[in-house]
């Protein structure tokens, strides 16, 4: 077997290796089989970019267990890095993404109205501790738990709990432990499925903040995670959606060996 070019970088702190589907189909190998081979614990997932020379390419992501993704938004804006265009779209889990770069490292996306969802189902569920959390139907399953002392709760322990609702969430669930973020905003922790706790989550900061404005807290928000912070906001009405911003960066390339790992 010959070499297999792979791209690191990271949205966020969320860290991510990048490769094109046709090198993957050259070496022999599937996306849930390289995740597996390569991610380990440095990287949190496979982007698997199709065809890089598209207008709008696909990009889809496998986390490091093998699973897929879904939509994974940090992945995206470090996706865009790689392409080196002013602005673009991709093509991931059946939904057009919108993004521009707005500074040499900060991409913005556009969330297109209609892939939001029109409201947050009024229900909770019980979770170890006497805490609830909020499922939010948004792409990847969430669930939200709202909290006093982010650092000192079970994240681990609450996720597997949420995780053991089959019946509210068969395919697993992301949660989202979210407090008050001094001088405004929230603050975040996420446990990813098939990863585990990550520094950052895209789509639960999207979660986080539908949840937030149902309950009628203003916007523009800036939420905060061990990565770093995320500005979501309303798109401009012409357009309708929801903008989401915030850095990514790209390394160099690297070679790697298909029978190995990364």
Not at 53 to 80: F, H, Q, T
Not at 126 to 142: C, M, T
Request: aromatic residues 4%.
């Amino acid at each position: 077997m010959t070499g297999l070019r792979g791209v690191p970088g990271e949205g966020l702190g969320n860290t991510f290796l990048l490769v094109e589907s046709e090198d993957l189909e050259a070496v022999g190998l599937a996306p849930a089989a390289a995740a597996r081979r390569f991610c380990g614990r440095r990287y949190d997932g496979l982007l698997v970019l199709d065809p890089a020379a598209a207008a709008e390419p696909e990009l889809a992501i496998w986390n490091r267990d093998g699973s897929a993704g879904g939509v994974c938004l940090n992945g995206l804006r470090m996706a865009a890095l790689h392409l080196g265009r002013p602005a673009g779209a991709f093509r991931m889990a059946g939904r057009r993404i919108a993004w521009r770069r707005s500074e040499p490292n900060w991409v913005e996306l556009h969330l297109a109205a209609e892939d939001l969802p029109a409201s947050i189902p009024a229900r909770t569920i019980e979770l170890p501790g006497g805490r609830r959390g909020v499922p939010v139907p948004f792409w990847n399953p969430h669930c939200v738990v709202p909290v006093e002392d982010l650092e000192g709760a079970d994240l681990e322990g609450l996720a597997a709990a949420a995780a053991g609702r089959r019946d509210l969430f068969p395919e697993g669930v992301n949660l989202e432990l979210v407090a008050e973020r001094p001088g405004g905003g929230l603050r975040m922790r996420v446990w990813e499925r098939g990863v585990g706790e990550t520094r950052a989550c895209g789509s639960g900061a999207v979660a986080v903040a539908l949840l937030a404005w149902a309950d009628r807290r203003p916007e523009p928000l800036v939420i905060e995670m061990a990565g770093g912070a995320l500005a979501l906001g309303p798109a401009p009405p012409e357009v309708g959606g929801l903008l989401l911003a915030g850095p990514a960066a790209v390394g160099p390339p690297l070679e790697l060996d298909p029978e190995c790992r990364a």
